[in-house]
């Protein structure tokens, strides 16, 4: 390498003559971690296709009490495993130790969750009210088939037991492809779930090339896909998936959990501490690296100044450095190039005539050419500056004053993204009233940057399309069928 740092978070080595290998790069380090090979051709990849079609036939045969034991006793087993697969995720993608271990726990929440719940989800729904003696009416979940799931860095467990679990209780086969960022999550999983009892082949977990992703998407023999990411690999799934339907009438079901760009709205009424202490940690948790981070604040006039203050207190107490170091809070971001986005959403900003009032030389660890960032708390910005209109996914949060209710969900609609939203207030009809106005997925009252497994996880606009979690996620997984019986 010629620096310590390279500017992605791994690299694709796929020069002619050579077997396609995937290395991953840890930002703590700046040093190559993993390497994991490629497909090496297109037919290896259909042989997986095919494999994966011949388990999903035998699969979705065996009862629902079956697969729910070996599933509970996989999440038993990855949930007893939690101390060294937390590790891993710090070693891999860099969030502080202290919170690596939180993600399995929140698996373990999410997966318990659809666990118990995929019974009354998936059971057949009667129809019959009022119809003649004789007539018989009912609605069945059926499963898709093979079913890709694409993976993401920055929370690999829990965003994968967001469609796997109810994928695999509906009797799908899965082809996940986890991040090259973390390639051990989908591996450790993959792993679990063997031992607990899984056939052969109903998950497999693959390392794909982006023209190898394309063409997996693209395959007739794939019905679904689950997407995870950026907007623009977003659009590039939906896009493949839209070409197969053209040219060989392939239609497929695409689910896109995308950016966000995610509000906070805080009102007259609010605790300006309380509101402070939770939107921080809503917008610099897992370094600002998360879909529904806050990256933007309205806060009304008569309790602004003690609101900024107030965040700055919280923000100054933050300790960047070494994630494997217990006593660390804010670890590096991702990559040296997610770094130097994130500087440059901050310099322009301030270039535009925003004030930074976190002085970086609290956090001496934070060095340009470097994935240590600074936070920072930005003021006197507006929505011209890209740091308060697209996805900066860093340690930044820009702050706007208001002088209404109405002028703050203007602002906060004002954006490509709709993923979710918070309002800060002790007003519960206030809030009430403003609830079907914000044009998100997700609506939060003086909480943020959540997910409830029994909710539906959804956003509008280019956070995406498509819904996981609740009993609603199983429903994206499988399809109506209609049974209309006379009996004779």
Sequence with gaps: MGSLYDSEGY?????????????????????????????????????????????????????????????????????????????????????????????????EERARWLIKNAKDA???????????????????????GVSVLVGAWNFPYLITVNALIPALLAGNSVILKPSPQTPLTGERIQEHLT??????????????????????????????????GSVQNGKNVELAAAAAAKDSGAFKVVGLELGGKDAAYVRQDSDPTYAAENVIDGAFFNSGQSCCAVERVYVHESIYDKFVDECVRVVKDYKLGDPREEATTLGPVVSQRSAEAIRAHISEAVSQGAKALIPESLFPEAKVGTPYVAPQVLVDVNHSMKVMMDETFGPVVGIMKVKSDEEALELINDSPYGLTASVWTKDLDAFNSLVDGIDTGTVFLNRCDYLDPALPWTGVKESGRGISLSKHGFEAVTRAKSIHVRAL
């Design 195 to 228: 031992a607990a009892g899984l056939p052969k082949d109903v998950l497999q977990v693959l390392h794909l090339t982006p023209p190898q992703m394309d063409y997996l998407v693209s395959h007739p023999l794939v019905p679904f896909i689950s997407f995870t």
């Design 122 to 144: 998936l059971k057949d729904q009667s129809v019959d009210e009022g119809r003649p003696e004789g007539i018989k009416r009912v609605i069945r979940r059926v499963p898709l």
């Design 11 to 107: 690299k694709l080595a796929v020069a002619p003559g050579t077997v396609p290998v995937q290395t991953t790069i840890s930002p703590i380090t700046g040093k190559p971690i993993l390497t994991r090979d490629i497909p090496q051709t297109l037919a290896e990849l259909d042989s997986k296709v095919v494999a994966s079609l011949q388990a999903f036939n035998s699969w979705k045969l065996v009862p629902l009490d079956t697969k729910l034991q070996i599933i509970s006793k996989a999440v038993d087993s990855i949930v007893n495993d939690a101390p060294a697969l937390a590790k891993e995720i710090t070693e891999q993608m860099g969030r502080p130790i202290r919170y690596s271990k939180g993600e399995i726990a929140g698996f």
